[in-house]
């Protein structure tokens, strides 16, 4: 049973556009959620992160939206840069769970020059 | 300065065999955790720790053992290695619950 979906396996984007990721979750009891990037044969790296009781957070290029009554939450990364060509995570937890994040099963983005 | 590192980074081994992967991080963090990811890519917590305490423990098979000799370390042993354990296994550390975890740079462990 995947409670983070993440149905679109890559996306290609030119330098200069923006790039939207998707991420669906079943599980209404998650109220934070976080997205990692991760580079080959690295570890995922923290991006970005929001709670439930908001419904965008934004860091430079990069802004996070959340709809609680769709469950479903993206991340934007404008302009796009080759430097981001990496996996990219979604991660949800609930609370009282110690911690225990939840991953999607990422989406390779390529930025093309 | 690595925040969060394991050792090794591959390793190879044959079915049957018993073999350990160390965990460290110089983050000051209470919080450790091991995640397999398998070859779907599928990132799953296994185990975590909290001050040497254990506070998740998934449904993973008992071959699967981790130890925590402080906070700063978290060590996983696996029993009578199987096929099915190649993965990549990522240790992460956090501050107490809620907050951001750090990953290790993953070992990729290949059972023949």
């Known amino acids: 049973d995947q409670q983070v979906k993440q149905n679109s396996p890559s996306l290609s984007v030119q330098e200069g556009r923006i790039s939207i990721l998707n991420c669906d979750y079943t599980?209404?009891?998650?109220?934070?959620f976080l997205w990692y990037k991760k580079y080959p044969a690295e570890g995922p790296t923290f991006l970005i992160s929001i709670s439930s009781i908001k419904d965008k957070n934004e860091d430079g290029r990069f802004t996070v939206f959340l709809n609680k009554s769709a469950k479903h939450l993206s991340l934007h990364i404008v302009p796009s840069q080759p430097g981001d060509s990496a996996v990219y995570f979604c991660a949800a937890s609930a609370p009282g769970t110690a911690s225990k994040l939840t991953f999607g099963t990422g989406t390779r983005l390529q930025v093309t020059l | 300065d690595t925040a969060v590192s394991q050792t090794p980074k591959y390793l190879v081994t044959q079915m049957g065999n018993d073999k350990s992967i160390k965990c460290e991080q110089n983050l000051g963090h209470d919080t450790m955790y091991w995640y397999k990811q398998d070859s779907k890519k599928f990132l799953k917590i296994m185990f975590s720790y909290n001050n040497k305490e254990l506070i998740i423990n998934e449904t993973v098979p008992n071959r699967f053992s981790p130890k925590s000799p402080d906070k700063a370390h978290l060590n996983l042993h696996i029993n009578s290695l199987e096929l099915g354990d190649s993965a990549v296994y990522f240790c992460?550390?956090?501050?107490?619950?809620?907050?951001?975890?750090?990953f290790g740079p993953g070992t990729r462990l290949t059972v023949l």
């Open positions: 992460a550390s956090s501050l107490p619950a809620g907050d951001t975890q750090y």
């Open positions: 599980n209404s009891m998650f109220d934070y």
